[in-house]
């Protein structure tokens, strides 16, 4: 499972990434831009449970520090779990997205976002699936059973399928989908434009077993996240060759295999339709129909509170969660979330190539200030983020940020100093250049707004100017993140229950492609270290659990000192539900089973 990037920044806050980190899912951290979508981290022997008590958070500088703590009555997932018996057969779900995707293929860079994880969880297999504290255990429709068959001389995991399992094109799963994606996801071919190799890389063969329903997976060196691969799985023929997978899912859903299969999209209504899939072999799913509906922040809000809706994701924007909470017939589903808001620094633009400037931009940053104002109004309290891989509420979760943690607009200046952009009132000047930086936000989205104008006064302070740039939310991620078209952008990123592996295409440094041009993937910061790449890949070999988190921590303090993503707060999970709806809400963890969501009235 590859971090997803939230989708726009994050609906609601919100709004990868993405989410994508969606998130994605691949984050998925990962990354709406207010979370990434674009749903990776450094590999952890086993998945680290959610618990409910934060820990400490970093220094806040000015006005003190967030050292508020998760509420106990903050829910690991909160969905309205309800039997299936329990639960109406038919209907029609009207979900409410903030992008409108092109690419459906969330291995992929481009489709690595929150909102694609969103649809491709109802339509496409997954080994494995995770439970609301973070434990993965086999998706029994596609996944019998999958374990450590050896680990000498080399780790050998052994999949054995469901023989009922088929893909919408009537093919059944096999072995040879596994080894197909294996190929694609790899790195081996840097044409395959993919979000992140992590745990393929490690891979030495995929071949067929005792039949064409076992898998054996051969590993040239350990890789204590398994679990975290082939989720989701897609077919041989889109990951046989470079284009089949860059391509074959542009504007297109070619083949599922899930409860749901693909109906149709409407570019005009920017809406993406399912209807329950009669060939499904697991439980049938109790909805009719799941019609996905794209909407600006500001008009989502108002079309679930017009009735138009029946669930989206509120995100932590406090006058969208006022609004959702007074919808009638509605309620807020709240939970620890496994999302982070944070600041990508772009080190490849000319203004912040040099690492210098980037860590004085950091210091110059009241994150207290800013966090404070991020959440004001949600019923969330929530310490500074100062780790990479970690949620506070996570096993493993320690404070790496050391000085750069705190705000320190004194050594700032001198940082710029030295990195020769001198005072020339009122902004700093450097060969006749004045130190001018964009802040690129998602438009309508008053939360990345409100981040741009308290960066822009913080900065102003240290003699940076700050100009924010305000763009379609459709191109916030496709012309702008991804291609590196921005100084600073403000979005989320969204874990999964692996948290190194699923981050580590966040932070890994760039490979050239047979271009010659270096790929940064899903590493949006544009910065990275050899260093780095070797301390996340100790991290995920390690096969005991606390000196894996040990060695994620060593990660995550050279990836402070590299400033390329900046961590503010772990994100609270508000999702705003029709009260009659079951199985469905602020997840956390939690993978949703879409064949159980339906209405109870």
């Known amino acids: 499972m590859t971090a997803v990037r939230r989708g726009r920044p994050?609906?609601?806050?919100?709004?990868?990434?993405?989410?994508?980190?969606?998130?994605?899912?691949?984050?998925?951290?990962?990354?709406?831009?207010?979370?990434?979508?674009p749903l990776a981290a450094v590999a952890l022997v086993v998945a680290l449970s959610l618990t409910l008590t934060a820990c400490g958070g970093g220094q806040g500088g000015e006005g003190g520090t967030t050292t508020g703590k998760v509420s106990p009555a903050i829910k690991a997932f909160d969905i309205n779990q309800l039997p299936r018996d329990r639960v109406k057969q038919g209907g029609v779900l009207h979900w409410g997205l903030t992008e409108f995707p092109t690419q459906w293929n969330l291995n992929h860079v481009d489709g690595n976002l929150a909102e694609v994880k969103k649809v491709i969880d109802a339509l496409m297999p997954a080994a494995f699936r995770s439970d609301e504290k973070a434990n993965p255990v086999p998706n029994t429709n596609y996944v019998t059973d999958a374990r450590v068959t050896a680990t000498n001389p080399r780790q050998v995991v052994t999949y054995t399928l469901n023989r009922r399992a088929r893909w919408s094109d009537g093919k059944p799963i096999t072995w040879q989908d596994y080894e197909a994606q294996w190929k694609a996801l790899n790195g081996g071919n840097p044409d395959f434009h993919v979000a992140a190799t992590t745990g393929y890389q490690d891979i030495a063969s995929v071949a067929r077993g005792r039949d064409d329903y076992e898998v054996l997976v051969t590993f040239q060196s350990p890789f204590s996240e398994w679990q975290s691969l082939f989720w989701p799985l897609y077919p041989k023929s889109t990951n046989a060759t470079p284009d089949a997978f860059n391509t074959s899912w542009l504007n297109r859903i070619p083949v599922t295999a899930g409860p749901f299969k693909f109906?149709?999209?409407?570019?005009?209504?920017?809406?993406?339709?399912?209807?329950?899939?009669d060939a499904w072999w697991g439980d049938r799913a109790k909805l009719d129909k799941i019609i996905y509906r794209s909407l600006d922040t500001e008009a989502l809000v108002g079309a679930f509170t017009n009735g138009e809706l029946d669930v989206f994701d509120v995100g932590p924007s406090a006058p969208d969660y006022a609004r959702a909470k007074s919808a009638k017939g509605a309620v807020i589903r709240q939970a620890a979330g496994p999302d982070f808001r944070h600041f990508t620094f772009n080190g490849?633009?000319?203004?912040?190539?040099d690492v210098r400037v980037r860590q004085a931009i950091v210091l110059g940053l009241n994150r207290d200030a800013i966090t404070r104002s991020d959440l004001q109004g949600l019923n969330w309290n929530s310490a500074l983020l100062n780790n990479h891989f970690f949620m506070n509420t996570q096993?493993?979760?320690?404070?790496?940020?050391?000085?750069?943690?705190r705000y320190d607009p004194a050594k700032a200046e001198k940082l710029l100093d030295a990195a020769g952009w001198h005072r020339a009132s009122p902004t700093r000047q450097k060969a006749g250049k004045v130190l001018t930086l964009r802040f690129v936000i998602p438009a309508g989205l008053q939360l990345s707004k409100s981040e741009g104008e308290l960066a822009q006064a913080m900065l102003e302070r240290i003699g940076v100017k700050v100009t924010i740039q305000s763009v379609p939310n459709d191109d916030f991620f496709s012309k702008y993140v991804i291609p590196g078209n921005f100084d600073i952008a403000p979005f989320s990123y969204i874990g999964t229950p692996f948290p190194v592996s699923s981050s580590y295409g966040t932070y890994a440094n760039g490979v050239k492609a047979s271009d010659g041009k270096v790929q940064w993937n899903a590493n949006f910061g544009r910065s990275g270290s050899p260093e780095i790449d070797a301390a996340m890949k100790r991290a995920s070999s390690d096969l005991n659990a606390e000196q894996a988190r040990n060695d994620a921590n060593e990660a995550d303090k050279l990836i402070w000192q590299k400033v390329n993503v900046l961590p503010l707060y772990q994100r609270p999970q508000n999702w705003g539900v029709k009260s009659t709806l079951a199985n469905i809400g602020a997840p956390g963890f939690y993978t949703l089973k879409y064949a159980d969501i339906g209405f109870t009235g």
Do not use: H, W
């Open 348 to 353: 490849e633009s000319p203004a912040l190539s």
């Open 10 to 37: 994050g609906a609601g806050e919100p709004r990868g990434s993405a989410g994508v980190p969606s998130p994605s899912g691949v984050p998925i951290r990962a990354r709406t831009p207010g979370r990434r979508g």
């Open 263 to 277: 109906a149709s999209f409407d570019q005009t209504a920017k809406t993406t339709t399912l209807v329950r899939d």
């Open 395 to 405: 096993a493993g979760y320690q404070d790496n940020a050391g000085a750069l943690g």
